[in-house]
């Protein structure tokens, strides 16, 4: 079984950045596929980027240039590491794995069976 803690959010100003942190714990070795979603108030959760198993690393439009998901070397922490933050980042941000398979070009959130708890961004203006 496979648990998630993220850590690392909390409230920032427009421009400033945070680093996120998915801690990984249990039986790791199906996880072929990890990757960062958010949810806004009053809309749907969507990606914001993917890692495979092979480093391969996909990201939403909204976020390229701006943001790079990463790995320890153990594969045991999963990073999102956020900069030039805005208002529209807002949300609560989650890590989540991906068994057996791997990274699709898009990321759904259906596919993703292992979630953690979330941790908040608030980047005010």
């Known amino acids: 079984q496979v648990h998630l803690v993220e850590s690392g959010g909390g409230p920032v100003q427009t421009g400033g950045s945070l680093r996120l942190s998915c801690a990984v714990f249990g039986y790791t070795d199906n996880i072929n596929c990890m990757g960062w979603f958010r949810q806004a108030p009053g809309k749907e959760r969507e990606g914001v980027a993917t890692i495979d198993s092979d480093g391969t690393t996909v990201y939403a439009d909204s976020v390229k240039g701006r943001v790079t998901i990463s790995q320890n070397n153990a594969q045991s922490t999963l990073y999102l590491q956020m900069h030039s933050l805005n208002p529209e980042d807002t949300a609560m941000y989650y890590c989540?794995?991906?068994?057996?398979?791997?990274?699709?070009?898009?990321?759904?959130?259906?596919?993703?069976?292992?979630w953690g708890q979330g941790t908040q961004v608030t980047v005010s203006s």
């Open positions: 989540a794995a991906l068994m057996f398979f791997r990274c699709a070009p898009t990321p759904y959130p259906a596919d993703f069976s292992v």
